[in-house]
């Protein structure tokens, strides 16, 4: 037995893709570029933290959502340390039982900044 087949004609064809309530590529593009998509851009601090150790802090921050260049400046006792810019892990040393004020700036290009701070004291010791 003989089967046969027919093409659909290409006037068809686009007729029934003009009917087909699929949204085009474009939209779905516009879709996540709003107001969620620049939410999720945003610069957040993730985590941060200062681990006591004899005579010294071991400190670190992590953060997601910046836009390039980020800047992370450090700052202990109110005092800027230039020599630890855009490092997102740094050793202090500390004099012992001594409390310190220790902060973390980071900011990206589009001027938003976020802030850790702690203020930890200083262990004497062997680690």
């Known amino acids: ?7 659909v004609p290409p006037a068809v064809l686009a007729i029934g893709l003009l009917l087909c309530p ?16 620049a939410t999720a851009m945003a610069l957040t601090l993730d985590e941060g933290s200062c681990e006591p150790l004899a005579r010294r802090f071991l400190c670190s921050v992590s953060y ?16 800027y340390i230039p020599a ?3 490092k997102s ?20 290009a589009t001027g938003a900044s976020v802030e850790y701070h702690t203020t930890p004291v200083c262990r004497s010791g062997n680690p």
């Open 1 to 7: 037995m003989r089967t046969s087949y027919r093409l």
């Open 22 to 37: 699929v949204a085009p590529a474009s939209a779905a593009a516009t879709t996540t570029a709003g107001p969620a998509a």
């Open 64 to 79: 997601s959502g910046a836009i390039a260049p980020v800047a992370i400046r450090w700052f202990v006792n109110g005092g």
């Open 84 to 86: 630890y810019d855009n």
């Open 89 to 108: 892990f740094v050793g202090i040393g500390c004099q012992p039982t001594v409390r310190y004020d220790i902060r973390a700036v980071i900011s990206d």
